[in-house]
């Protein structure tokens, strides 16, 4: 089992740019969510997907979308980035919201300049 | 809404020294408590949960913390660390009943020293 992978590793982009962040775990997990990780501020949730089909939003959801293409995988889209993005972002997956734990996948470091 | 405090953004200590880590959370129901650790470049993983039962509850690398209610802790421990343990620890809450979405800590920096 892979668990969940993140592309890409590394990303720098400019102010205005788009791009997509892919995830996707072989865990079979009905659960997945986005967070963004920045220095003394631990982890903030961005969106989640309760369930394959059902998206929303999380703590911080400004500046992004999200889609959930599949029980397996589930993106997350700057349409319009800002200096004020740049920050480690994790995917995570779980079984179910609540009780079970959370896999979290490698990480992408993104930059806008 | 639950919420979570861990007291100690950085916590140094020597090798072999035992340590304690300490999240605190407010949450108006009841309540499952996780503890991740992020070593340097890497994603979260799971150390150890509580979701009902015994009190103290024990996890992997020799690590192992107690849920106390009345207190409204989950304190993480450990009697003898390792250099290798030097990595980010989050503590994170999730309130039953509700949205079962997490709360994550803002982290702990623990440090071991040779």
């Known amino acids: 089992n892979a668990g969940v992978t993140q592309t890409p590793k590394f990303q720098v982009l400019k102010t205005g740019q788009s791009m997509t962040l892919q995830c996707a775990q072989d865990?079979?997990?009905?659960?997945m969510y986005w967070y963004r990780q920045d220095p003394g501020m631990g982890l903030r949730l961005i969106y989640y997907?309760?369930?394959?089909?059902?998206?929303d939003k999380g703590e911080v959801p400004n500046g992004y979308n999200v889609s959930r293409l599949n029980k397996r995988e589930f993106s997350l889209r700057l349409e319009s980035a800002a200096p004020s993005q740049t920050s480690v972002y994790f995917c995570a997956s779980s079984k179910l919201a609540g009780v079970h734990e959370q896999y979290f996948g490698p990480g992408t470091r993104l930059t806008v300049t | 809404a639950q919420s979570v405090t861990q007291l100690d953004s950085q916590v140094p200590v020597f090798e072999e020294a035992p340590v304690e880590l300490r999240c605190n959370y407010s949450s108006s129901v009841s309540v499952y408590l996780f503890w991740y650790v992020q070593y340097p470049n890497q994603g979260l993983q799971l150390l150890l949960k509580?979701?009902?039962?015994?009190?103290l509850v024990k996890g992997i690398n020799g690590f192992e913390a107690e849920f106390n209610k009345s207190q409204t802790s989950f304190h993480l421990r450990k009697p003898s660390v390792h250099i290798s343990d030097t990595a980010e620890y989050f503590c994170?809450?999730?309130?039953?009943?509700?949205?079962?979405?997490?709360?994550f800590g803002r982290g702990t920096s623990l440090i071991v020293h040779p």
């Open positions: 994170a809450v999730t309130a039953s009943g509700g949205s079962y979405i997490p709360t």
């Open positions: 997907s309760a369930s394959e089909g059902t998206t």
């Open positions: 509580y979701l009902s039962g015994s009190t």
């Open positions: 865990m079979n997990h009905n659960s």
